[in-house]
């Protein structure tokens, strides 16, 4: 089983009509679920692969529709918190190509208050972890613990920061922090966006020097997404891999790094892979396989609107 463990949110994302931009009108906006480690284990779910979610949930018809669309995909939510406070509700806008930003409303919700669970199901194979939940405390201490925890006694897990700015405070803090998360990671994953900002360069060989001491502080390999360009890994030895997103009309980009995340935890599994040293035995074979994988399953993200990864079907 994996766990994916972070926040579950409302996005509330504007419904672009002609009409309305002609007249000069705010758009109106549609609630949909959201949340990156909610989109990765929803992704998870319609791929087929045994995932159960870990975090903290309101009770409030958000939080219920949540936890519905979780179970409907097949993802368990046994070690879901529940609590009274509101849901985190993200206000999505959409760019002219489809990219998306955020502005949160984070103050006294539910999933800030996930407290560290006291152990796991057993045979989990993996754990998944980012975004808003390893920022916002007192959860975000939670979190790291659990990714601590489960490392130490030998669970492969993966991170992707999926950096928000306006979350964060205290940049120098943060990367100092995420360098300290580094030495309990298997497969760190992030866009190239969130590497120049961790960097602090848009220096494409200051970027390049950044990922080579980040391999070197722990992780097995380094996936970075480019947006349409495609993916790319860069392993312990050095080589990086590459290959070429897939072209699709985009509505938006919303969930896609989400959707690469399960892609890839989806198709590692498959070629045994979820643990450092067999990730670091990959051939260049099966990585081309994993990362077309999820440049596919990441285009009919872009397809649609809002985070509706695809199901196994629609990739077969």
Known sequence: MIVVAGEALIDLVPERTSSAAAAGQLPALRPARGGGPYNTALALGRLGSPTAFCSRVST????????????????????????????????????????????????????????????????VSALSLGTCSLVLEPGASAYEELLRR??????????DPNIRTGLIPDADAYRARFHGWLPHIGLLKLSIEDARWLADSEDAGDVERAVGAWLAT?????????????????RQDGSVISVPGERVD??????????????????LAGHQALSAPALAKLDEAAW????????????????????EPPYASELA
């Open 150 to 159: 489960e490392a130490a006694r030998g669970v492969f897990t993966t991170l």
């Open 288 to 307: 081309r396989d994993v990362l077309g994988f999820a440049a596919r399953a990441a285009a009919i993200t872009c397809s649609r609107a809002g985070a």
């Open 60 to 123: 409030d018809g958000f939080g219920e529709a949540l936890l519905e669309g979780l179970r409907k995909d097949g993802v368990d939510t046994a070690l879901v918190q529940r609590g009274e406070e509101p849901t985190t509700l993200a206000v999505a806008s959409i760019g002219a190509d489809g990219s998306a930003g955020y502005g949160f409303y984070v103050q006294g919700t539910a999933d800030r208050l996930f407290t560290l669970p006291p152990s796991l199901p057993e045979g």
């Open 218 to 234: 722990g992780p097995a390999a380094v996936v970075l997404t480019h947006g349409g360009e495609g993916l790319s890994v860069r």
């Open 250 to 267: 985009i509505v938006d980009t919303i969930g896609a790094g989400d959707t690469v995340n399960a892609a890839l935890l989806h198709r």
